[in-house]
């Protein structure tokens, strides 16, 4: 069919808490060096941190207002 299909594919996250934290402090750090490509990702890290109950609501807007 001749289409080249592009694209970042899948990314799976760790189950494992703190691998979790680590890499959102680590997508934190990206946008505030002006890499502005993180929030998809960084949008399912906080969710799944919320499902394992380790972030309260107010801990979740704060880490939106720092990632948007």
Do not use: C
Not at 23 to 41: Q, R
């Amino acid at each position: 069919s001749g289409k080249k299909l592009t694209g970042k594919g899948i990314k799976f996250l760790s189950s494992n808490p703190n691998e979790l934290l680590n890499k959102l402090n680590i997508l934190i750090a990206e946008k505030d060096a002006g890499n502005t490509n993180v929030l998809s990702e960084a949008s399912a890290i906080v969710d799944e941190l919320r499902r394992l109950g380790m972030l309260t609501i107010p801990q979740i807007k704060k880490i939106y207002n720092l990632i948007r």
